[in-house]
């Protein structure tokens, strides 16, 4: 069983499960685990595995348009050493202070692999799901896309201070509240644009027509792709950026862009799927967008 077979199974389980976050009484709460073989690549930091870890929680709470408020981590290595511990807090204290929430303590284990489990919380009193997507929503992204692309091609080159730089995301949380009277629907693109669009798709019983030209791309792009195909590659399918994916009524999209402190930019239109197969549901160019993203082991 791969990771998504494993995600709908657990779906299935539970069934608050599906959206970036749960959702208790008004308090957001969120985990994420990451791995050194699978999320931090040679040369990555300890202070940059701090705020990434926490920052991917902490995403998931933006996009549901939350207020951060915690966060902790359960840190795991094989041993334990002063100087990697006092920056990995340090990493994860900054991110925190970047959007207004603290970090408050985790847990420590030994493990035989450097892991991190961090759990982020938040609050709303009208938090913003996956299926709000309706036919006449158009669909926009904020900030640009092909950061952890980049950075992977950067520690592969040996810009190891650019890749660090890179990795260090600052999670949406500001963007995710003032979007939230806007959006319909909306989630992180932790898993790649592409994926992400199929999972709403799929949460709301639409389609999305995506206009790939107009997907933004972050300027490390052009230093490390090798075409426009790689390019595309990098923003459209990686993943690991942690940028907002949201549908927003078409005459609404001057006040959300208003409202929004970072860039949003239209990417595609909601459609409606009637008649149509769930699989060719989500399309560029009249052609049907492969459902592929980021899966950890691969």
Known sequence: MDERAA????????????DDAAIVDGLVVTTDMLHETTDFPPGTTRYTTGW?????????????????????????APTFDAA??????????????????????????????FTVTSTALGETDDPVLRDGATTGDVVAVTGALGRSAAALRAFDAGDVDRANALFRFTPRVAAGRALAPH???????????????????????????LD???????P?????????????EMTVFFGEDFELVCTIPADDVAAARAACPVDLTVVGDVTDVTGTAPANSVTVDGDRLPNRGFTHGE
Do not use: N, W
């Open 7 to 18: 995600l709908e199974l657990v779906g299935g389980l539970v069934g608050q499960a599906g």
């Open 52 to 76: 990434r870890a926490i920052a991917a929680s902490l995403s998931d709470v933006a996009a549901m348009g939350a207020t951060a408020t915690a966060a902790v981590a359960a840190y795991a």
């Open 84 to 113: 990697e511990l006092e920056a990995f807090v340090d990493g994860a204290k900054t991110v925190c202070e970047r959007v207004g929430a603290e970090y408050v303590g985790g847990d420590l284990d030994g493990h035989d692999e």
């Open 183 to 209: 959006a319909t629907a909306m989630m992180d693109s932790s898993d790649g644009l592409a994926r992400s669009l199929h999972q709403l798709a799929a949460a709301s019983d639409c389609g999305v027509d």
């Open 212 to 218: 790939v030209d107009a997907v933004p791309a972050v």
């Open 220 to 232: 490390a792009v052009d230093d490390y792709a090798t075409d426009a195909a790689d390019a595309r």
